[in-house]
């Protein structure tokens, strides 16, 4: 069931629109800020709202990076996998991330700390690599910038 909080914000983005509908992908993520992640039974009720099929919603959802199917950590790190980073680094940087973590990619670490995903391009290119946690851009990733970066968060 959605809260009354997340049934009224997904009315009023919904009211940005000529159809509730294409609203999806922005209800999705006003359910997401809430719950961290969208279960079938959420987005059940999202396309509900939006007076959608939940197979029309899901569909939506999987081409959309940002919405996360399946439960997530309390921050999620998207690392950037396109051309631009793999040239400048990549490699070294997922390794590091994934020592440092103790998790490879689509894994949470065991406090419920982090999530790590691969993203394609971020929009950085001319400063990558790359890596984005939650809202915030990450460029000229090294080691020790990604060590001081992890701290900040709890
Ligand atoms: S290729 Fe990594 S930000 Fe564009």
Redesign the pocket.
């Known amino acids: 069931m959605l809260s009354e909080q997340e049934k009224k914000e997904i009315e009023v983005v919904a009211g940005h629109y000529p159809i509730k509908r294409a609203a999806g992908i922005e209800a999705l993520k006003i359910v997401q800020k809430h719950r961290g992640w969208i279960s079938d039974e959420v987005l059940s009720h999202v396309a509900d709202a939006l007076e959608m099929s939940p197979t029309d919603l899901d569909a939506v959802a999987t081409f959309y990076n940002f919405i996360f199917r399946r439960p997530v950590g309390r921050h999620v790190i998207l690392v ?1 996998n ?4 793999w040239i400048m680094g990549y490699d070294t940087i997922v390794s590091y991330l994934k020592d440092r973590l103790g998790i490879g990619f689509g894994e949470t670490t065991g406090d419920g700390r982090f999530t790590l995903l691969p993203n394609v ?5 001319d400063r ?1 690599p ?1 890596m984005m946690i939650d809202d915030q851009l990450y460029v000229n990733l090294d080691a020790e910038k990604i060590d001081k970066i992890l701290g900040s968060y709890d």
């Open positions: 950037c396109s051309v631009s980073c391009c971020l929009g950085a290119c990558a790359v």
